[in-house]
Every structure is written in structure tokens, then in C-alpha cells.
């Protein structure tokens, strides 16, 4: 059985708690929640941002497998490509101090650089169910195996936009589920706690721990967050064919060639996809299937 208290909260910090204090929790229980990691005004102005291509999106996933479409959520929104959307993201929230502090403290010894590996928003609306319960290091199954010992391969700032309580749909959390033997085992959701956080807060979590969106029971409350999330430098393909080939190119190719070169999503064991938009398939948006 698993050592750490499984009822235990989630501990929370201010944001300008020192580093050390900051990654000891993360060590010690998984994940941690920033105090006002952001301001009022930048949630404002983000939430504004975003807010036309929200409207535009609709709820639910457009996946063929039944197990995505579930991690997705029925009635939650997901919208990607933030950098594009948002003027506030892409020179704030990402060229944030703290955000740069704590992946430098995370990622340097090992991987020299590490780079995003998704910044999404995710509007959980009402009466969608819990997520199933994951760790983010699943998108990249060997590290599953690897388990607590193995490097750490994604942290997360899941960033609150709007207050997270527990019947809106406040991420649950196993905390110390990064210490299990073995992470096959996701843990009930028993033994999950809510990450209750007032817009502007952030849990910082490691990619070892076990986690997923919680139901909401509102009748008319849209929780929503970012998750954005960091790799390792290692984790990246050598040459940046995307950047390089045209995309009329492209669009000669046949299918798996476009997959090989990173112009179409990847689906490896175990993850609900990789490089994709809106969590949709990067193909259908490039339009390369006419
Ligand atoms: O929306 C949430 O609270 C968590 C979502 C999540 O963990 C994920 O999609 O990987
Ligand atoms: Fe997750």
C-alpha cells in the first residue's frame, strides 16, 4: 500500500515563497498551490483575451475514441494555441519569473533546456463528470514504467481563471501518489483532494502525480483553467521539420509521411494525443486532407 497520508490537503504558499520552500512541498506531496500567482488584472485581461475563440469553440471532443473523448470532457472546452490568442499570455504569464525559477530548478541538472509542451484552457461546464484520474507523465509511456525514480519529464501550472471550488470542478489531487511503487495505479477518487483556489492561483504539480478535472455539479458555473505545461529539452525531435517544409509541400505527401515529419498528431500508447490543436487533429486544421 502507499505510505503517504492519502486525506492529507494540498498545501498552499505565497507566490514569493523561496524556490527551495516552493519545490520541497512539490517533492514531498506532488504539488503545491501558488497564492496569487497571477494578478487580478491579468486574469481580466487574459479572460478577455480569450474569450471570442471560447465562444466559438463547442463543448466536447471530435475523436473517434471513446477513451479521449472521455479525458477530454462532454461539456468542457479546450482551446490550445494560447500564444496566439493571447497578447497577455504570451508576454506575461509565460515570461513569468517564478515560472522560469522553478523549471530552471526543475530541468536544468538533467536537460540543460526544457520548453512548453502545452498552454490550453480548459472550461469544465456544468454537469460534466470527473476526469479520470492520470498523471501527465502518461503521454509518454516509458516514464510510466520508470516510475517515482525515473526523471521528471512534464511539470504543470494549472492556472485558475475563475475561483476552484469542489462542486465547480476543482482539480482532485492524490497527493504523495508520486511516491507509489507503481504507477499503473492511479488511485480512487477517494483519495483524491480538491485544489480550491480563488482566480489568480496556481497548483504546481509534477508529472508523477495523480490527478484529473473534478465533475461539476453547477447548474451554470464554467470552471476555468490553463495548463501549462513544460518539457525537458531531451523530449524534442532534432530537426524542425514543421519550420522547414512548406506547407504546400506538405500537402503532396501522403499520410504517414506527414505524420513522420510532424505535420499530422501523434498517438502514442497510452496518451490521449500529442501535438494537436484544440485537441483535434493538427491534419484536419492544416486541411491536408483537402
Ligand atoms: O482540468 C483539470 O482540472 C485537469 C485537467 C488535466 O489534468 C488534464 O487534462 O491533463
Ligand atoms: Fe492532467
Not at 479525458?71 to 497577455?88: D, E, I, W
Not at 517564478?98 to 509542451?117: I, Q
Not at 476526469?131 to 525515473?150: A, C, I, S, T
Not at 465533475?215 to 458555473?221: G, H, P, Y
Request: hydrophobic share 40%.
Amino acid at each position: 500500500m502507499n505510505t503517504l497520508t492519502d486525506t492529507q490537503g494540498l498545501q498552499s504558499v505565497a507566490s514569493d515563497a523561496p524556490i527551495e520552500e516552493i519545490l520541497h512541498i512539490v517533492a514531498r506531496d506532488g504539488g503545491v498551490i501558488l497564492k496569487g500567482f497571477l494578478t487580478k488584472d491579468q486574469i481580466d485581461r487574459f479572460n478577455a483575451d480569450v474569450d471570442p475563440a471560447m465562444q466559438a469553440l463547442a463543448p466536447g471532443s471530435t475523436h473517434e475514441l471513446e477513451i479521449i473523448q472521455m479525458f477530454h470532457g462532454a461539456n468542457t472546452k479546450r482551446l490550445t494555441n494560447l500564444v496566439t490568442h493571447s497578447p497577455t499570455f504570451r508576454e506575461e504569464i509565460i515570461d513569468h519569473d517564478l515560472v522560469h525559477a522553478l523549471c530552471d530548478a526543475v530541468f536544468l541538472e538533467e536537460s540543460g533546456t526544457y520548453w512548453m509542451t502545452t498552454a490550453q484552457v480548459i472550461e469544465i461546464g456544468p454537469g460534466n463528470d470527473a476526469q479520470m484520474l492520470h498523471r501527465d507523465l502518461e503521454n509518454w509511456y516509458p516514464f510510466v514504467g520508470l516510475g517515482k525514480n525515473g526523471p521528471e519529464v512534464t511539470v504543470n501550472f494549472l492556472i485558475a481563471f475563475t475561483d476552484f471550488t469542489e462542486e465547480n470542478g476543482a482539480t482532485r489531487v492524490i497527493p504523495g501518489s508520486n511516491h507509489w511503487d507503481d504507477y499503473e495505479d492511479r488511485g480512487t477518487p477517494e483519495q483524491t483532494v480538491p485544489a480550491v483556489m480563488e482566480a489568480g492561483d496556481a497548483l504546481f504539480f509534477s508529472g508523477k502525480t495523480a490527478h484529473g478535472g473534478g465533475a461539476n455539479r453547477t447548474s451554470d458555473f464554467y470552471r476555468r483553467a490553463v495548463s501549462f505545461a513544460v518539457n525537458p529539452g531531451f523530449l524534442t525531435g532534432e530537426e524542425a521539420y514543421p519550420f522547414l517544409v512548406d506547407r504546400e509541400v506538405a500537402k503532396t505527401l501522403s499520410p504517414r509521411v506527414q505524420r513522420l515529419i510532424g505535420f499530422r498528431s501523434q498517438y502514442p500508447t497510452g496518451s490521449p494525443g500529442l501535438w494537436q490543436v484544440d485537441y483535434a487533429e493538427l491534419g484536419d486544421y492544416l486541411g491536408l486532407d483537402g
